[in-house]
T-cell receptor, first 116, second 113 residues
Framework: AQKVTQAQTEISVVEKEDVTLDCVYE???????LFWYKQPPSGELVFLIR??????QNEISGRYSWNFQKSTSSFNFTITASQVVDSAVYFC?????????????FGKGITLSVRP | EPEVTQTPSHQVTQMGQEVILRCVPI?????FYWYRQILGQKVEFLVS????????KSEIFDDQFSVERPDGSNFTLKIRSTKLEDSAMYFC???????????FGPGTRLLVL
């Protein structure tokens, strides 16, 4: 069974602070994909990043970076120099490697508030 | 940049009424999905659809729900007899065949009174 746990429910930071959002997942698949989606107050789901299980190299994309550690089944997401526009709910999601075009399993989301 | 669109953005209906939620997936995508998000909760998978048939469905997707691709562009979710607990945000998503990333529409917020 697939499971995604986002233990943090709400985080509040002051603008320009760095913030890390935690995600822990469970899967029996040896190949899988992990995602982060952002849901701003307007409600839509915006794809942010994707990582496959066979590539543990961590990357930086602009103000976003992620730390994927297979040994601890964690896929944490960091926003550097946060801005008010980063205020949103952030969802971590797991996609199984077995079978194409399968369903995403989402965590409960983390509400991030960035104060000016 | 191509995007998934959904109509209506909001729908209010009376319990027991039928509703149809509409989606236009990204044009070269052939896999379509419906997810729902009850207020304040996580996003849950309902159904996936490919080649004019359901590929996978969750336990939420019971006989009250149906999906259809009535023409070359639209993908619809029908709820036959709405219940109060159907109140949620419904997201449509689409993806390229064999591709992991699903692109979501803006959602339809359904309120059942």
């Amino acid at each position: 069974a697939q499971k995604v746990t986002q233990a943090q429910t709400e985080i509040s930071v002051v603008e320009k602070e760095d913030v890390t959002l935690d995600c822990v997942y469970e899967t029996r698949d040896t190949t899988y994909y992990l995602f982060w989606y952002k849901q701003p107050p307007s409600g839509e789901l915006v794809f942010l990043i994707r990582r496959n299980s066979f590539d543990e190299q961590n990357e930086i994309s602009g103000r976003y970076s992620w730390n994927f550690q297979k040994s601890t089944s964690s896929f944490n997401f960091t926003i550097t120099a946060s801005q008010v526009v980063d205020s949103a709910v952030y969802f971590c999601a797991l996609y199984p490697g077995t079978g194409a075009n399968s369903k995403l399993t989402f965590g409960k989301g983390i509400t991030l508030s960035v104060r000016p | 940049e191509p995007e998934v669109t959904q109509t209506p953005s909001h729908q209010v209906t009376q319990m027991g009424q039928e509703v149809i939620l509409r989606c236009v997936p990204i044009s070269n995508h052939l896999y379509f999905y419906w997810y729902r998000q009850i207020l304040g909760q996580k996003v849950e998978f309902l159904v996936s659809f490919y080649n004019n048939e359901i590929s996978e469905k969750s336990e939420i997707f019971d006989d009250q729900f149906s999906v259809e691709r009535p023409d070359g562009s639209n993908f619809t979710l029908k709820i036959r007899s709405t219940k109060l607990e159907d109140s949620a945000m419904y997201f449509c998503a689409s993806s390229v065949v064999g591709e992991e990333t699903q692109y979501f529409g803006p959602g339809t917020r359904l309120l059942v009174l």
